[in-house]
């Protein structure tokens, strides 16, 4: 695939679900932000668009387009594509693995978070880009879909947990669309199961109804903890899906299936651990997501 400028994406916003909770708005924060890249099997008349950010790619139009010598855009990311694509998938990938997502929408009131005594939570500014790079690389896959620390504290989209100037928990809108908000949260190692992350969750969501949306939230169908977060901050289930965690271009050697099964251990929610794996082209990439 050859890459096309962002401003051209405009005219193929029909290729997908508009307005869609969940991941499905990627396209539409793409637009927004101008953070993501964008793909085409041809510049002409193109037959498949790809339109990737943040670790995350959607697939649209014409699998027959998409030859083995395409697939290097796809490769370690997480594919969101109809099961058209799987055979083209699987015939330019090393490996691609399905992982059962559920998505929520919040309707429901939360419970009120108990954070610590003497944190404060507030939203963040762009001077607190140093305070979250300071949580480490590990977390740094929160600002991934911003383009890195300075947009996500400058973008209003983000509220922290802080103590004593310390950041210990920050929840953002990871993807933006016209109609949904689709939330991450990260907590500092050693300050989980404190609430920090609900109450940062809570917070953020006042601003996304203020800003006239609703918030939604994805999580693998094994994470239990991320699970329990979203109901405990109002989510409720609005639908289940599958996307595919991809491996690296195929070089024609694998011997074994490239389409394998699902992946069913529990992933502790952890986009940090995902964006480690994206980087190192993993066959098998975990899933993403707060981690509690």
């Keep these: 695939m050859i890459e096309l400028p962002l401003h051209q994406l405009a005219s193929y916003l029909g290729w997908f679900p508009q307005a869609s909770a969940g991941q499905m708005a990627l396209v539409e924060h793409v637009m927004a932000t101008r953070r993501g890249r964008l793909w085409a099997d041809r510049a002409d008349r193109p037959r498949a668009i790809a339109v990737g950010c943040g670790g995350y790619l959607l697939l649209g139009g014409d699998p027959e387009a998409l030859g083995p010598s395409a697939m290097a855009p796809l490769a370690g990311q ?40 003497g944190v404060t939570l507030r939203r963040l500014v762009v001077t607190d880009a140093r305070a979250l790079a300071l949580l480490g690389s590990d977390s740094a ?9 300075t947009g996500i504290s400058g973008s209003g989209h983000a509220w ?6 310390r950041l210990l928990a920050v929840a953002c809108t990871y993807f933006v669309g016209s109609r949904y908000e689709d939330l991450a949260v990260v ?40 699970r329990l977060l979203a ?56 899933t993403h997501g707060p981690l509690n």
């Design 78 to 117: 997480y594919v969101l594509a109809p099961s058209r694509f799987l055979p083209a998938l699987s015939s330019g990938l090393e490996r691609v693995t399905p992982w059962e997502r559920m998505a929520y929408v919040r309707r429901a009131q939360p419970l009120s978070p108990r954070p610590p005594r």
């Design 141 to 149: 896959w929160i600002h991934a879909s911003w383009g890195g620390a």
């Design 160 to 165: 922290g947990a802080f103590l004593k100037g």
């Design 187 to 226: 907590t500092a190692p050693g300050h989980r199961r404190e609430q920090l992350a609900l109450s940062c969750v809570v917070a953020l969501c006042a601003d996304v109804e203020a800003r006239g949306r609703k918030a939604s939230w994805t999580c693998s169908r094994h994470n239990r903890a991320s």
């Design 231 to 286: 109901w405990n901050a109002g989510f409720r289930l609005e639908r289940e899906y599958v996307h595919y965690a991809t491996g690296s271009m195929s070089t024609g050697s694998l011997t074994g299936p490239r389409f394998v099964a699902e992946a069913t251990s529990e992933d502790a929610r952890s986009r940090d651990s995902t964006l480690h794996l994206l980087a190192a082209r993993s066959a098998v990439p975990a």
